[in-house]
């Protein structure tokens, strides 16, 4: 559907003259892009929308967009299987904030952010089988994974020492690039001890 889309744009824009015959496939994979990475912010918006933590749907977004890019973890292959899944993980985060702003389970939900930050910090960046990082970018990628954790966590503690309910979105934005890694995570130690036992 996204790629029928891309495509048709692409195709519009050279039939304008916008765009040579020639770039037509260029334009199609850069919409095709463009619209995959608002679509988490399209997603969120909705269901955040529905939900009625439209407002906590931006401040969750944020942390979590900003982790997810400098800190990696598992992706999808298919486009398809990555928005449907994308689609139930922000339906899901969205529901424990909306649960959390309710006052239930908050020391579990500390730790859990604490947690998280650790991981960020001790396993950050791992690459996609899409896109492999060169030394030079993995060390970069690791230094603004971890600028941005300790920021985004300092944030949190402090909104959370001022009894402010915005820190909820801001640790779930947190725990979520945090969840994402650990298949990476699990699948290197498990390739590790399988090596080892050969």
Do not use: D
Not at 25 to 44: N, R
Not at 115 to 139: C, D, H, Q, Y
Not at 174 to 191: E, H, N, R
């Amino acid at each position: 559907m996204t790629g029928v889309i891309s495509a048709g744009v692409a195709k519009w824009l050279a039939h304008e003259g916008v765009i040579a015959e020639k770039e037509q496939h260029l334009f199609s994979y850069a919409v095709y892009s463009l619209f995959l990475g608002l679509l988490p912010i399209i997603i969120s918006i909705a269901l955040g929308a529905i939900l009625g933590v439209l407002y906590e749907s931006f401040l969750l977004l944020l942390p979590f967009m900003l982790l997810r890019k400098f800190s990696g973890g598992f992706h999808f292959n298919s486009a398809r299987i990555c928005i449907i899944c994308s689609t139930a993980l922000i339906a899901l985060a969205l529901g424990i904030v909306k649960l959390l702003l309710s006052g239930i389970a908050f020391i579990p939900f500390l730790i859990c952010v604490s947690l998280s930050v650790i991981s960020l910090w001790v396993n950050s960046p791992i690459e996609s089988l899409a896109r492999k990082l060169s030394a030079k970018e993995t060390e970069l990628f690791r230094k603004i994974s971890r600028t941005l954790t300790v920021i985004i966590f300092l944030m949190f503690l402090l909104l959370l020492f001022f009894q402010n309910k915005t820190a909820i979105p801001i640790g779930v934005g947190i725990i979520v690039p945090a969840l994402l890694q650990i298949p990476c995570v699990v699948g290197a130690m498990y390739s590790t001890i399988i090596l080892q036992h050969k």
